[in-house]
């Protein structure tokens, strides 16, 4: 059952748009050109398959196939801060290509997605012993 009203084709603009700013953008874009490479093939590959993670958010088909948080712990150059800066972006993109409406569900989701992603690396990457850290 879908969570909240919004269409593929919503989606997978967002997702487009906003993966065009990443790939340009000073601080994330080098991060995500090294881990997926220039090869526009692999890119409609990632493009598609977060499309997919954001239809399965919004309750539209369940055919994602993933593990955000071990995908993000395993890309060493990923640090938690990187995350503020990804939503900073994810909400410009979401309120210039979507409805007020759903661009807020959107952000929404967002939060607290990268909240947990940032917290889980985080977390994850702490010193051994060290009390656990929370961005």
Not at 7 to 24: A, K, M, N, P, S
Not at 38 to 56: V, Y
Request: net charge neutral; aromatic share 10%; hydrophobic share 40%.
């Amino acid at each position: 059952m879908q969570r909240f009203d919004i269409t593929t084709e919503e989606i997978d603009r967002l997702v487009r748009v906003f993966y065009e700013h990443i790939r340009v953008h000073e601080v994330l874009g080098p991060i995500f050109n090294r881990a997926i490479g220039t090869d526009e093939l692999a890119w409609q590959h990632h493009e598609n398959k977060i499309a997919s993670f954001w239809r399965n958010v919004a309750g539209i088909d369940r055919a994602y196939q993933g593990t955000p948080m071990v995908t993000h712990m395993q890309n060493t150059e990923i640090q938690p801060e990187h995350f503020q800066i990804w939503l900073a972006l994810f909400h410009e993109v979401a309120d210039e290509v979507l409805p007020p409406d759903r661009a807020h569900i959107m952000r929404s989701y967002a939060d607290r997605i990268g909240k947990g992603l940032a917290n889980g690396v985080a977390i994850g990457r702490r010193k051994k012993g060290a009390p656990p850290v929370f961005v």
